[in-house]
């Protein structure tokens, strides 16, 4: 049967005719299924163009899709598929005005998800520098009772605060002096916690999920904000601001708490702005965690407490009991996740008021204000562009037009000065000099973004259809401006220089003896994780130590080796640069891990022996490997007998004379 060019266009535009195609179920259902498919298989080739890589583990399996165009040819197959089932361009188009007319919630989650999905494809899953072993070391020991360390066989060594220079990145000896053979965790355990809640459920690959679920939570809530306080359209435009904020982004990649304590506080409002015991109960609840996460930001939560007291003064006796009872529930979960804080110091410690850090004061001071002012006013605006200026304009100058669905006008006066504490509090603090040091204050831009998002809301509500147009472009090109920009930074490489903290301390495990002692600063934990190896601080062992420490454990039945990266290189040189133990940097390494970053091996003992004829071991980073490796086991020690006493070691380099002699 001949069909005409006319009758084919007719049938691929409205479908065919049920006397040419009857619509079975099996029909319908490949035809929605290829729909869903099609639209599935955009959305990736789009991440994938915008990030570069998608990389996901599913029941222990490594799925990666690192090129855009594949995606498409499954949209294109797709979508062949829905139209040889009866499908239609005029239906595929009425699905597109059924989308725009959606309920924002769908957005909002599908935002979310995406958040979810990167934040998993390109979380490092590795356990290296300070942050992330200090996390997910302290997880794994909560797992099994208090994140403690014992190292009793640190009082046989000799040199000075032996506590401090046994204490890898993230822990420190139970107390300040260095004598102690306890090793106590600096950072606060509400990160941990729930990191250890994610192994037990979802094993080593669960412990980096925490984040990236922080990510995807910070989006509805600020989604959910932007809902109660101006428009659900004002609450998906500052979600999408979120999810593609640099700040957000970089966090996303990493193993550090401020995604989740900014989720944290973003639901605390949520609930506090609700109705009904229920909310404040959760508000304080939430509050409770994010002091859990960071105790240090607890005066915030007695800044949302002022929400009760000013209802209290303002909506009279009537409404009294009810105020007073919802006043208690918030507290109570405030008090909840700082007495948790008090009990854990206490145990750790010595007090309750007393955490990781130990002085926290000292690192606060008003020289600091100015230097900080600067900076993180530069890279708001650089980063966020000075579009994002209107969040502020927006959240202190709380018009009627800009915020419709506010029902109380004293949640600005809250809002405001929860994010003014916040800033200060860390304009007071230690002076960073990178950008990424906005994640301190992340939890400021559910309400700043909000606020950007409710100015774009007023406008487009006011404008013509045809600026209506240029509002939402402008918008969404802000959000891909955020995601080129933290492409650019290398965001979603991160996890390439990561991987060799596992890969490297693998490969070292199988070249040295069990008893041996590596000498290392960013190696320290991961050493120890992944490598099952003891390793020792060399930024705190004493100077003029070096030589004498070699010696003590060489004829101690310990082999140490020196393992750094080779940024640490010249800071290893110079402060050990009259020790004889040094002249080993001079010579090939023992083994060179090489990737983005190269680490390198050297074998303190050899210092003496003739330099080899061939070149050192190279291993070559092939990004292989799968992701969330297993720690080793934990790291043991054992010194051997002395049986004769060692000869002193003599310097085979002059010392610098001490010019105040």
């Known amino acids: 049967m001949r069909v005409s060019p006319r009758r084919f266009q007719h049938a691929l535009i409205h479908g065919m005719p049920s006397t040419m195609s009857p619509d079975s179920r099996v029909r319908r259902t490949v035809r929605h299924a290829a729909a869903l498919l099609s639209l599935a298989a955009v959305i990736v080739s789009v991440v994938v163009g915008v990030t570069g890589g998608i990389r996901l583990t599913i029941a222990g399996h490594l799925v990666r899709s690192t090129e855009p165009f594949r995606p498409l040819v499954v949209a294109v197959v797709a979508f062949a598929t829905y139209l040889s089932a009866g499908g239609r361009l005029a239906g595929v188009l009425s699905w597109g005005r059924r989308l725009v007319k959606a309920d924002h919630r769908l957005f909002a989650g599908m935002l979310a998800i995406v958040v979810l999905a990167v934040g998993v494809s390109y979380s490092p899953t590795a356990v290296g520098g300070a942050d992330a072993y200090g996390y ?46 306890v090793l106590v965790p600096v950072y606060a355990p509400g990160l941990s916690l729930l990191m250890a809640v994610g192994k037990w459920i979802g094993g080593q690959e669960g412990v980096f999920w925490i984040v990236p679920i922080g ?18 359209a004002a609450g998906l435009a500052g979600a999408w601001l979120v999810a593609t904020s640099p700040a957000v982004l970089f966090m996303l990649t990493s193993s550090m708490n401020d995604l989740p304590v900014a989720a944290a506080w973003a639901w605390a409002f949520y609930f506090l702005l609700g109705s009904g015991a229920a909310s404040a109960a959760a508000a304080g609840l939430a509050a409770g965690l994010a002091i859990l996460i960071r105790p240090n930001l607890v005066p915030l939560a007695a800044i949302m407490g002022l929400w009760y007291l000013v209802r209290l003064w303002r909506d009279g006796a009537g409404a009294r009991g009810r105020v007073i009872g919802r006043g208690v529930l918030f ?20 007090s309750p008021f007393i955490s990781g850090y130990a002085n926290v004061g000292g690192m606060f001071a008003a020289d600091h204000f100015w230097p900080n002012a600067r900076n993180y006013a530069t890279w708001f605006i650089r980063w966020q562009t000075p579009v994002a200026l209107l969040g502020w304009a927006a959240l202190f100058v709380p018009l009627r037009p800009l915020w419709p669905a506010a029902r109380d006008r004293t949640a600005f006066i809250i809002i405001g000065l929860f994010v003014v504490a916040l800033w200060l509090m860390y304009l007071f603090y230690l002076v960073f000099d990178q950008w990424w040091y906005l994640r301190f204050v992340l939890a400021s831009w559910p309400f700043l973004l909000v606020g950007v998002g409710a100015a774009a809301a007023w406008a487009y509500r006011a404008a013509a259809p045809p600026a209506r147009v240029v509002v939402v472009a402008g918008l969404i090109a802000l959000g891909v401006l955020g995601v080129v920009a933290v492409k650019r930074f290398g965001v979603f490489d991160v996890w390439r220089s990561e991987r060799r903290y596992p890969s490297a301390a693998r490969q070292v495990r199988m070249r040295t003896p069990p008893n041996s002692l590596f000498l290392s600063m960013l190696h320290s934990g991961s050493m120890r994780y992944y490598g099952g190896r003891m390793t020792m601080r060399y930024d705190t062992l004493p100077e003029y130590w070096l030589d004498r420490a070699t010696a003590w454990l060489t004829d101690h039945g310990v082999h140490p080796y020196l393992l750094i990266d080779q940024t640490e290189l010249p800071a290893v040189r110079k402060r050990f640069a009259w020790e004889r133990t040094a002249a080993v940097l001079d010579r090939p390494p023992a083994f060179t891990y090489q990737g983005p970053q190269q680490v390198l091996l050297y074998d303190l003992a050899s210092a003496d022996a003739p330099t080899p004829l061939h070149g050192s071991p190279i291993y070559r980073e092939t990004f292989e490997h799968l992701r969330s490796v297993p720690p080793a086991p934990a790291p043991v020690i054992m010194w051997a007998p002395v049986t004769s006493s060692a000869a002193p070691i003599p310097s085979g380099r002059q010392r610098p004379q001490d010019s105040s002699r």
Request: hydrophobic share 40%; charged share 15%; no cysteine.
């Open 136 to 181: 997910v070391s302290e997880a794994d020991l909560w797992m099994h009772g208090w994140p403690m360390i014992d190292q009793p066989w640190i009082r046989d060594v000799p040199w000075p605060r032996s506590g401090w220079t046994f204490s890898p990145l993230g822990y420190r000896p139970r107390d300040l002096d260095g004598g102690s053979t």
């Open 215 to 232: 990510g995807a939570l910070l989006v509805l809530a600020t989604y959910g904000l932007g809902r109660r306080l101006s428009s659900s």
């Open 331 to 350: 507290s109570a979960g405030v008090a909840a996740g700082a007495g948790a804080i008090a009990v854990i110091n206490q145990h750790l410690y010595g």
